[in-house]
C-alpha cells in the first residue's frame, strides 16, 4: 500500500475566518489513518469532520488536517434501547434522515444537523435543551479513541474514563475519535409542538424563560440587540417539545414522520460588506420581532431545529471578511448583571448583530473543557467589518471574565491564551492527562498552539 497522499489547500472554519493554508489528508479506512498518525511527515496533525467549527479550531498551518468525512458508516442499531454504534464521520443529518421515520432522534442537536459525531463528541455540544438534557456527554455509551501510537483505546465512564473526560469537549487534541455508541431518544412524530412569545425586555424575557423552562423540553430566545433603554433586550421566546401523534392536526397525524424536501436555495457568492449596515441591521431585528408574535403551531423538527440549513452556505452572507461568532456563558448568579453589560456595550458601540441567541444552560459535565455550566449563554453573530470589532469583543471578554463565564470553543477564533486559561479551570488536569495519551504532542492545532492549551510553547 503506497503512503496516503496530501493536498495543499486553503481551509477555514464556518466562520470564513481565518483562512489558513493546510496539507490535508483524506483516508479512506482505518488502515490508511492509521498509517497518517503514525508516519506522516508533518509534526502534528488535527482530526476535521464537517468543518462547522466557526474558527481554527480543525485548522492546522503548521501541520497537517485529517478530514475524516470517508469515515461514515452506520454500525449496529438496537431498536429496544435506541442505542446507535456508528462512525464519527457520521453525520446529525444522516442519523435523522435514517432514524427520525422509526421513531428515534438526536437527543442534543445544536443549530445545524451538518455536523460529524466526532465533532459533537470533541466540542460537547449542547442544544436548546440543555437546562433538562445536558451535553453530548450525557447520551454518549462509549468511543474507541486512535492514539498517536496506533493503541485504539475504548473509552467510556468506567473504561479509561480519563480519556474519556478529557476528549469530550476536548476539541480533538487527545486522539482521532473513530466511532461511537449514542443513545437517541424516541419520538411520536417528526413534528413539534412550538409556542412563540414577544417579550418587551430583558427582565421579562427572563421572567418568562424561568416560567416556561419547566414546561418545556426545548427553549430558546431571539434577542433584538439593536433595542435601548426600556426595551433593552426584547426578544422572541421560541419554546417547544416533541409534539404527540394526537396533539397534531388532523393532516400531519396521517403522516407523523413525513419528510420534508431536500431543496434548498444556496448564496452563490459572498455578499458585499455594504450589504451589512445599520439599516439592514434595524430592518432585520424589527422584521423578525413583528413577524414572530405569539402563536402556538406544530412545525417539523428540521424547520425548529435547522433553519438555517435550508440555506447553503448561509455563511456567504456576512461578507468577505466572514463572520466572527461570540458564545459566551454566564454563572446563573451573575447572568442578568452580565447580559445587561453585554447588551449595553454592543448597543452603544452600535455592533452589528443579526441572529443574537439566549438560552439557559443546566448543570456542567465532568468533560475538562466542556463548555456548559449553570447559567445563561448568549451567542451572537458578528460580521466581521475592522479592528473596531476585534476592540468590541476583547471587552466582551473582560465582562464575561469579571462575571465568572467562559467562551466556548467550537466558536472562537480569536481569544487570548491568558483569557482562556482563566475561563477553563480544569486547563492543567486536562493538560495532565494529555500529556499521558501523546507525549509528543502529536495532535495539535492552530487553535491549541494559539490558546496554549498544550502548554507555553
Known amino acids: 500500500m503506497s503512503f496516503p497522499r496530501f493536498v495543499s489547500r486553503n481551509v477555514s472554519g464556518w466562520g470564513l475566518r481565518p483562512i489558513e493554508k493546510c496539507d490535508v489528508y483524506r483516508p479512506e479506512g482505518l488502515d490508511p489513518l ?49 442505542v446507535l454504534h456508528c462512525q464519527a464521520a457520521v453525520s446529525l443529518a444522516d442519523i435523522i434522515e435514517h432514524f427520525l421515520p422509526r421513531g428515534f432522534f438526536f437527543p442534543v442537536t445544536p443549530g445545524t444537523k451538518l455536523i460529524s459525531v466526532g465533532g459533537a463528541i470533541a466540542a460537547d455540544v449542547h442544544g436548546k435543551n440543555h437546562h433538562r438534557s445536558g451535553s453530548m456527554s450525557a447520551w454518549l455509551k462509549e468511543f ?11 473509552c467510556s465512564r468506567e473504561q479509561n474514563a480519563d480519556a474519556f473526560w478529557a476528549t469530550v469537549g476536548g476539541m480533538g487534541l487527545t486522539g482521532v475519535i473513530l466511532d461511537a455508541g449514542l443513545q437517541l ?8 409542538s412550538a409556542d412563540y412569545d414577544h417579550t418587551s425586555n430583558l427582565d421579562s424575557l427572563l421572567e418568562r424563560m424561568a416560567e416556561t423552562e419547566a414546561h418545556f423540553d426545548y427553549a430558546v430566545a431571539w434577542i433584538d440587540c439593536q433595542s435601548r433603554g ?47 449596515n445599520p439599516v439592514s441591521n434595524r430592518i432585520f431585528n424589527e422584521g423578525y420581532y413583528r413577524s414572530h408574535g405569539p402563536k402556538r403551531f406544530f412545525p417539523h423538527c428540521n424547520k425548529y431545529f435547522y433553519p438555517l440549513d435550508a440555506v447553503r452556505n448561509w455563511n456567504r452572507g456576512y461578507g468577505p471578511r466572514g463572520v466572527l461568532q461570540y458564545q459566551a456563558v ?42 456548559p455550566l449553570r447559567g445563561k449563554t448568549l451567542a451572537v453573530d458578528l460580521p466581521y467589518t475592522g479592528p473596531e470589532v476585534d476592540k468590541t469583543v476583547a471587552r466582551m471578554d473582560a465582562i464575561v471574565l469579571r462575571h465568572g463565564g467562559r467562551v466556548y470553543l467550537a466558536k472562537d477564533s480569536r481569544l487570548p491564551a491568558e483569557s482562556f486559561a482563566q475561563m477553563y479551570p480544569k486547563l492543567a488536569l486536562f493538560r495532565e492527562i494529555r500529556d499521558k495519551l501523546d507525549p509528543n504532542q502529536r495532535f495539535s492545532s492552530s487553535q491549541a498552539r494559539r490558546l496554549q492549551i498544550l502548554g507555553s510553547p
Open 34 to 82: 492509521r498509517e497518517i498518525v503514525a508516519n506522516a511527515p508533518q509534526p502534528n496533525l488535527i482530526a476535521r469532520g464537517m468543518g462547522r467549527s466557526y474558527g481554527d479550531a480543525s485548522l492546522n498551518s503548521t501541520g497537517a488536517v485529517i478530514a475524516t468525512d470517508r469515515l461514515d458508516l452506520m454500525q449496529a442499531f438496537d431498536p429496544e434501547s435506541g
Open 144 to 154: 474507541r479513541l486512535l492514539r498517536a501510537d496506533g493503541e485504539i483505546l475504548v
Open 185 to 192: 431518544r424516541p419520538v411520536e412524530t417528526a413534528y413539534m
Open 230 to 276: 426600556r426595551s433593552l433586550g426584547r426578544g422572541v421566546l421560541l419554546c417547544a417539545n416533541h409534539a404527540t401523534r394526537d396533539e397534531l392536526p388532523l393532516h400531519q397525524r396521517r403522516t407523523p414522520f413525513a419528510q420534508p424536501s431536500k431543496l434548498t436555495i444556496g448564496l452563490p457568492f459572498t455578499l458585499p460588506n455594504i450589504a451589512l
Open 330 to 371: 454566564l454563572p446563573e448568579a451573575t447572568a442578568r448583571e452580565g447580559l445587561i453589560e453585554l447588551l449595553e456595550l454592543i448597543t452603544s458601540t452600535r455592533t452589528l448583530t443579526f441572529l443574537p441567541i439566549l438560552k439557559s444552560l443546566g448543570p456542567s459535565s465532568d468533560g475538562l473543557l466542556s463548555f
